[in-house]
């Protein structure tokens, strides 16, 4: 399999540890990995990778955390074809129901308009909220929801197990 890139952005930390988390899981099953915090990357450098996962958590009310938001203007104008991602980002369900998860959308959107493909859907049985960005047509995630706010570590990490072990065969060789 082709490495896999994962591009991270954080500022509470819960998105670094799920990236760390991710990396040290997806290396122990034989899959190379790259990280990168979008803090200290340019943006271009997603498109080195043919697999990409793309981490984000939503702020305040339905925003992009501030590395990510400094370089989306950029990221709208990347050309994706050829590019298989998955996305994941960090919410609070409880405090935030009516936008848990937006800057999935927010940045799964420009990826798929701009010729990538998406895998890594996710059901929102497992979640408690009542409006997303990151809702498809078929009223799926787009992708992995985490809660550090309301589920413990472990959970979370169970979460990351099951959907990695889900995409992992939708990555190009």
């Not at 937006?102 to 408690?128: H, T, V, W």
């Amino acid at each position: 399999m082709k490495k896999i890139g994962i591009f991270w952005g954080s500022s509470t930390d819960n998105t670094t540890t799920a990236t760390e988390f991710m990396k040290e899981y997806l290396e122990m099953n034989d899959h190379q990995v790259d990280i990168h915090n979008i803090a200290d990357t340019d943006v271009d450098k997603i498109l080195e990778y043919d697999n990409i996962i793309i981490g984000c958590p939503t702020w305040h009310i339905g925003e992009l955390q501030e590395d990510w938001d400094s370089v989306f203007s950029d990221f709208e104008e990347l050309d994706f074809s050829g590019k298989t991602g998955a996305f994941f980002g960090c919410g609070d369900q409880v405090g935030y129901p009516a936008n848990f998860l937006d800057a999935i959308g927010m940045l799964a959107e420009p990826f798929m308009k701009n010729g990538g493909s998406l895998i890594g859907k996710c059901s929102r049985d497992n979640y408690q909220f009542t409006g997303s960005r990151a809702l498809d047509k078929d009223d799926k995630l787009l992708g992995l929801g985490l809660d550090y706010d309301n589920d413990d570590e472990e959970t979370c990490e169970d979460f990351m197990v099951m959907w990695l072990e889900e995409i992992i065969d939708d990555f190009k060789d």
